[in-house]
């Protein structure tokens, strides 16, 4: 039986999460969905799972689970309350951390705002299993700093051609400018099996070839 959030005790070191991020070159791949419908699936075996809002401007996952949070990452960065203030309990008991919606100081982070915010985040791992990023859409500064915080990326993709595009535009700015070059490819809205693994083929050959 799960604890209510606020009996939780997420000061007490464990054990560092497993950090996933989950990106896509462009909006609309249905990212975030996927995000929720894993954490949700993840608590419901046992783990103790942590959602990010990483899309600090234009933030969702708070209106696809229909929930009203008091407070949201950009009150962290005025000093108003703690990250530990801002944790929501979504369903399964997953927790939240959302960000703002329409807060355009957030979509650029600087470097000390980055670093501010992972060592408050490193001060709430301490009590979770995994946790998951949801990056904004695109290659803005933000999307590739919490993809490389992350011990794994997935690429998120459908079968239609700007999305296969933006998917490889992606790609190529972690490994040319930043020099990751691991992913894992999740290929969304595909009609069957094959449909996927022709998007996957594809994304091989010309990373495979040019990168």
Known sequence: MKRPLAERDITTAKHPPRVISFSSGKGGVGKTNIVVNLAI??????QRVMVLDADLGLANIDVILGLTPKYTIDNVFSG????????????SGILILPAGSGVTELLNLGEGEKLFLLDEIEGLGNDIDIMLIDNAAGISENVMYFNLAAQQRVVVATPEPTSITDAYALIKVMVNKYKVNTFSLLINMARDESDALKVFRQLTLVTDRFL
Do not use: H, R, S
Request: avoid cysteine; proline fraction near 6%; charged fraction near 20%.
């Open 41 to 46: 699936a993840m608590a419901d075996l046992g």
């Open 80 to 91: 108003y309350v703690t990250l530990k203030d801002v944790l929501i309990e979504g369903p």
